[in-house]
């Protein structure tokens, strides 16, 4: 079994509770979750194979891998929703998870899809904030069968935001969206996290997405982290920038990938 320690991880999507491990570390020393020799079978097939990963406190990470390579079982374990791994697993501190699909409670307004779980003296007037802060305060009291993909994509990011996380983990989130929202998305992300500076986990099938957003692209192969590009460039980024350009096509090149494709 993997050895977990110091997390308090926030199961938002699903059950809206919340489950916790103290040990007595002190918090703020060292990266915000380390990874150590992890791994996770499924019968006879090892999805994960010794993975080693440290991801620093306020450090946008981005993980990259061929579908069924094991970037969201990666994601899952570290948020303490996929159990029987192997290895050392530590985050320090307290953890939110935002997925493909929103995965709001039709029958709770906005606001209560946002308090879900809250435990903190003021939870409506933490939400309240939470989704002013994603330019959703107009839409509190609006049903999520009403709400755009965009807007329903907003709502989790203040849901998992609210909880004021130190390990952020972004399952996909941006991939059911059209282009134009993706865009605003993405500004929306970067601009919560410079305030919030969590430390940030994306999982993604978009290498420009990944080198648009994140300080360190990673790429998930055969159950390890194969490769790994720092992205030093200041953002707001520009597709077109040479520098740019010049790890995307090293990124695919890792991934197998051809430049017409940019995918995977």
Partial sequence: MATRTARDV?????????????????????????????????????VLDGVDLDIERGEFVALLGRSGSGKSTLLRVLAGL????????????????????????PWKRVLDNVTLGLRVPDPVAAAGKALAEVALT??????PLTLSGGEAQRVSLARALVRNPDLLLLDEPFSALDALTRINIH???????????????????????????????????????????AVELPRPRRRDDPELTALRGTLLARLGVTPEEGSI
């Fill in 10 to 46: 926030t199961e938002t999507p699903e059950t809206g509770t919340e489950a916790g491990i103290e040990t007595g570390i002190e918090k703020g020393t060292g990266p915000v979750a380390r990874i150590r020799g992890l791994g996770k079978r499924f019968g006879s097939r090892a």
């Fill in 82 to 105: 996929d159990r029987g791994s192997t290895g050392e697993l530590r985050v320090d501190g307290a953890v939110a998870v935002a997925f493909q699909e929103p995965r709001l409670v």
């Fill in 138 to 143: 107009g839409r509190r009291d609006a049903w």
């Fill in 187 to 229: 500004r929306l992300v970067l601009d919560l996290w410079a305030r919030h500076r969590p430390g940030v986990l994306l999982v993604t099938h978009d290498v420009d997405e990944a080198l648009l957003l994140a300080d360190r692209v990673l790429v998930l192969d055969e159950g390890r982290i194969a490769h790994q590009s």
